[in-house]
């Protein structure tokens, strides 16, 4: 189990502590006040503001909705309809909704659209009981989840009474620490398409009927057993998972977590105090934090939280982070004119109801120090109309530490880059500190939607990896103008990686990397002596020009320390062509032969 975290942060000591003479507290309020400026300067920032009050019972603002057991089942179910009937088909609306549950037992159906989370409120998902529907269909878009983002579930029980919970969803969704009684489908009604999706630390008592899902990451949760696949689903850490067998089925089974650190979640107390919840790290797991007992992690009281509103500046936000506080983000949209900064050991920024920040005039959104424990968690970051050279950096450039002991994590934090209008970014995630896990993300260059086309939304790469023995897990990047993932750091393990390279070269002379047809989609660098990587899937759909050829999907020096296992490339459609899986190892995936896989490699 973690231990208590021990805050050295600099907080004036009258804030919390009780009274203590002036002359003793001196030479603390001179750091408190000294590091913040030198840190302000160094990055062009202006100096922060006193910090923001926090409290045990916060206000959560406007776009939360806490529902309790006292409240009557129509009132309740009033609301879950209004705000799905906004969300169904708000795809790149501002809009941002948490429906969130205390303790008790609820009669209610919950349809989940875009920009929504649903939690609940106890320390274990039982402690909040569905006896209903946690729903995620596509009735919006005539059956097709393809395009079904940015949705969440987590910590809940739900009891569906036909036996079966759908929860249709593709890339930038997830479903963490539930418990489903009954079975669990994840396509859509009238089986349509679905793309992708993640589930975690939870538990199906039945089978999950994985149907037209193209691709799926499933990490530390039991279920009954598993039916069906399209073409890359990852097990890792599954009591129950089915046996390796890639390509036919295409199921790549891991038996073990190596190292993982579930997401942060709030909870309430009988006296009505909220608090976060901090699991611990775990290293060499399968199954669910929770079934045999408490999730060893920290219970942190809400006070060291600043809770912020959807009007809230970066200075004020940051003002909280120099002060030593961590950020709960509540939904909304936030423009950022500096750069939120994560300075202190085991500091939490913890989004809610998909919290987007967009970075103003270039600047990057989130950065964390080169410290120990710093966790990013359940945003969406929306780049901004002026380039920014990155979205999200996690420690310096030059890092060097090693935070083997207690790792730095973003989980559930999504990338986008236009769609809701012109977005530039040259790089979304670059990772410097070594150790760092990530757990679900989603990076991507919009497709469809506005402000997209080849001039407009520019953007190189998605994910660039400096640090060493950085671990990956349900990673999907998409559509980036260059090497969409660029691996320099040794150690690296990724668990799942799916990819669509860019539609939109409108000819190959734009899309050359020297004098080579496109651009990787992973690439492990040269100087890389030791990486693994397991399911990984690359596909190409070149619509607006489908003569367009990618020569290979990954690339990786060929050293015995570098090793993939389970492999694919597929030409959507026939439009296109990938003429190898990696380097110059498996035949062409194009309009002959949509789908190549290949075993291992080398």
């Known amino acids: 189990m973690r231990p208590a975290r021990v805050r050295t942060r600099h907080r004036l000591p009258w804030g919390r502590g009780g009274p203590l003479a002036l002359w003793a507290v001196l030479p603390v309020v001179a750091a408190a006040l000294v590091a913040p400026t030198m840190t302000a300067q160094a990055s062009g920032t202006s100096l922060p503001h006193a910090r923001p009050a926090t409290s045990d019972t916060p206000d959560f603002g406007p776009n939360v909705k806490i529902f309790d057991p006292s409240m009557s089942s129509s009132s309740i179910q009033s609301t879950l309809d209004s705000v799905f009937n906004q969300q169904q088909s708000n795809q ?132 009954g057993s598993w039916s069906n696949g399209v073409w890359n689903q990852v097990f890792v850490g599954d009591p129950n998972a089915p046996a390796q067998s890639f390509p036919n089925p295409t199921y790549t089974t891991v038996a073990q977590t190596p190292v993982s650190r579930e997401k942060p979640f709030p909870y309430i107390d009988a006296s009505g105090n909220y608090h976060v919840y901090v699991p611990s790290l775990r290293t060499n797991t399968a199954g669910a934090t929770w079934i045999n007992g408490s999730t060893p992690g920290t219970s942190l009281p809400m006070h060291d939280f600043y809770v912020t509103q959807p009007n809230d500046s970066a200075e004020t936000m940051n003002a909280a982070l120099a002060a030593g506080d961590d950020l709960l983000i509540t939904p909304g949209v936030y423009h950022l004119d500096q750069t939120l900064q994560i300075t202190h050991p085991d500091q939490l920024v913890l989004g809610m109801g998909l919290a987007t920040l967009v970075p103003d005039n270039g600047v990057t959104a989130v950065s964390t120090a080169d410290v120990n424990g710093a966790q990013i968690d359940g945003l969406l970051i929306d780049a901004g109309s002026t380039n920014s050279a990155s979205l999200v950096q996690m420690g310096q450039s030059g890092s060097s530490a090693d935070h083997s002991a207690d790792p730095q994590s973003i989980e559930d934090v999504y990338f986008r880059i236009g769609g809701d209008g012109v977005g530039k970014a040259t790089d979304s995630l670059v990772i410097n500190s070594h150790d760092t896990i990530g757990d679900n993300l989603w990076l991507w260059r919009a497709d469809h939607g506005s402000g997209v086309g080849w001039t407009s939304n520019t953007a190189d790469t998605g994910l660039i990896v400096n640090g060493d023995n950085v ?132």
């Open 92 to 223: 790149f609306g501002t809009q941002r909704d948490a429906l969130l549950f205390k303790p008790g037992t609820y009669n209610v159906q919950a349809s989940i659209g875009f920009n929504t989370q649903i939690a609940g409120l106890g320390l274990s998902p039982d402690d909040v009981q569905i006896n209903g529907y946690v729903t995620s269909d596509a009735g919006w878009n005539n059956g097709n989840a393809t395009q079904n983002f940015w949705r969440e579930a987590e910590n809940l029980s739900v009891t569906p009474p036909s036996g079966t919970d759908t929860w249709a969803v593709s890339q930038g969704a997830s479903l963490r620490r539930m418990d489903v009684h009954g079975e669990l489908k994840l396509d859509p009604s009238g089986d349509g398409w679905s793309s992708g999706g993640f589930l975690s630390d939870s538990r199906v008592s039945g089978q999950v009927f994985s149907g037209s899902q193209q691709q799926w990451m499933t990490r530390n949760t039991d279920f």
């Open 471 to 602: 671990t990956m897990y349900g990673l999907a990047v998409e559509h980036y103008q260059k090497t969409e993932v660029l691996w320099n750091g040794n150690g690296g393990r990724t668990y799942f990686f799916q990819n669509e390279n860019p539609y939109d070269p409108p000819d190959q002379s734009s899309w050359m990397n020297g004098g080579t047809n496109g651009y990787p989609a992973y690439e492990v660098a040269n100087n890389v002596t030791s990486h693994q990587a397991w399911g990984v899937g690359s596909y190409c759909y070149f619509n607006v020009n489908r003569a367009i050829v990618n020569d290979h999907a990954f690339q990786a020096p060929n050293t015995s320390g570098v090793v993939f296992h389970d492999l694919l490339t597929v030409s959507l459609g026939g439009v296109g062509t990938i003429n190898h899986v990696i380097n110059a190892s498996g035949g062409a995936a194009n309009s002959t032969t949509n789908n190549v896989y290949l075993a291992n490699y080398p």
